[in-house]
């Protein structure tokens, strides 16, 4: 199959220029100026720029948490991705205590099999790690999970110690895989949230108030430590405040390989959104927590300096009605986590671009290229080029419409960004040269995206 994109503006992490980008099969064949080739299918981009698909390296699909299970699976989660211009995800899968590594990822390719609409990868998340399983993450790296993630928060289920922390930063460098954590003090916040229940204090503010910036960047801080004693790359996940960027901007300016993620809902939503009435602020229930709005313009500089170097979702949904309402009662008994896998891209370019926050290279480099070299998709992912796979959006910035969660695809009742105004739409989306999304429908096959063997990490 021959597809040829026609006059578009290619906008890559480093150029922007007019030519045709010509498909054949799965793989970008040629890029240049009046391309005249034969082709079963034409898409007319003119005026429309034609972007690298979007990779989203933080989601949580099928993800149990809290008794309650994440709303998104591998087919509605990844076609709400392709519907909003993503065409790769890579998920976290969970260990589940006692269990190996290999179940984790076992378990995982469960959820995923013939479900997923675009192209996917795993992350292995540790939670217990005895010597027989610090012994699996070669292995795993065999099978192409170059990342793995630790958690410094989540007290008595997901958290880890110092000890199984570091083991795990030494085994990755040995092996080729960068260590990823979620950064905030388990054991404070696991004492604030205690005396705040008992207090009466349970409102969803209080999700916020029990997990001070502080307590980020003290947990942002020891992680880099550990990292710098362990001589290994370290990558943290969703950082919210500008206490923990000083951290990771204080690291990097002294040559250590510190890599970090923000997410959309930092940069545009903040601690008043928790007062919403009639139990609204339980939607922006995530961890860390929404923070002051003084934390957006930090977080849009530090994106912009490279003190921050990719902006992933977090996608984890809950539904609002019989999932987020499980806390009603009691902040610490909602589910963390907030949608957003199918609208970085509106909010990035809407926000982002043309409320003159990043450029539109950089907002390409964040959204694809960097996290394409991090997790070892790139070069088949990650940019537009000659011999890479044919994972192409054509964004026609002409088109505004309102986000709304009725007309997402997001299997979740909310969108934390209801009524946002959007310049700019998906027009169309190839996914390893197939047409996966046109004219705001999925048009493509579920369970056609493949899993991908991630490359180890390099630096
Ligand atoms: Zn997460």
Not at 51 to 75: C, E, R
Not at 79 to 103: E, H, N, P
Not at 226 to 253: G, Q
Not at 308 to 321: G, S
């Amino acid at each position: 199959m021959r597809v040829l994109v026609k006059g578009g503006t290619i906008v890559t992490a480093a150029d922007t220029y007019v030519a045709d980008v010509l498909v054949v099969d799965e793989k970008v064949q040629a890029i240049g100026q009046n391309l005249q080739a034969e082709a079963e299918r034409v898409i007319d981009a003119k005026g429309k720029y034609v972007l690298p698909g979007a990779i989203d390296v933080h989601t949580h699909l099928d993800m149990p948490f809290g008794g309650t299970v994440s709303a998104d699976d591998f087919l509605t989660g990844t076609r709400a991705a392709a519907m909003g211009g993503t065409t790769a995800v890579v998920d976290f899968a969970i260990q589940s205590k006692g269990k190996s590594l290999r179940d984790a990822f076992d378990t995982w390719q469960e959820k995923a099999r013939g479900k997923a609409c675009v192209d996917y990868g795993l992350h292995v998340a540790i939670t217990d790690l005895p010597d027989p399983v610090l012994a699996e993450m070669p292995e795993l790296v065999e099978a192409g999970v170059s990342s793995f993630k630790l958690f410094l928060a989540y007290k008595g289920s997901l958290m880890v110690d110092d000890a199984t922390f570091f083991k795990a930063l030494r085994k990755a460098r040995e092996s080729g895989a960068l260590i990823s954590f979620h950064g905030e003090n388990g054991d404070v916040i696991d004492v604030l949230v205690k005396q705040m229940v008992a207090a009466g204090q349970v409102t969803p503010r209080y999700h916020a108030l029990s997990r001070p910036p502080e307590a980020e960047a003290e947990a942002t801080a020891r992680a880099i430590a550990l990292a710098e004693m362990a001589e290994a790359p370290i990558y943290v996940v969703h950082l919210s405040a500008a206490l923990a960027l000083d951290k990771v901007a204080a690291a990097r300016d002294r040559g250590l390989p510190v890599y970090a993620e923000t997410c959309p809902q930092y940069l545009l939503k903040s601690i008043e959104d928790y007062d919403e009435p009639e139990f609204g602020g339980a939607k922006y229930v995530c961890s860390p927590p929404l923070r002051d709005k003084a934390n957006w313009p930090r977080l849009w500089s530090g994106l912009n300096t490279g003190h921050l170097q990719t902006v992933a979702t977090d996608h984890c949904p809950f539904n609002f009605k019989g999932q987020k309402d499980m806390g009603r009662d009691n902040f610490a008994a909602i589910p963390n986590g907030v949608p957003g896998i199918e609208t970085r891209l509106y909010l990035m370019y809407t926000a982002g671009v043309l409320g003159g926050k990043i450029g539109l290279n950089k907002m390409v480099d964040l959204i694809a290229t960097t996290p394409a070299k991090l997790f070892g998709l790139y070069p088949d992912k990650g940019t537009v080029a000659v011999g890479a796979d044919a994972d192409l959006v054509v964004f026609d910035p002409a088109v505004e419409h309102t986000i709304t969660a009725s007309a997402l695809h997001q299997n979740v009742d909310y969108t934390p960004y209801e009524g946002f105004k959007a310049k700019g739409a998906v027009a169309a989306v190839l996914s390893r040269g197939k047409v996966v999304a046109e004219g705001g429908k999925f048009v493509g096959q579920v369970g056609a995206g493949k899993y991908i063997v991630r490359k180890r990490f390099s630096a």
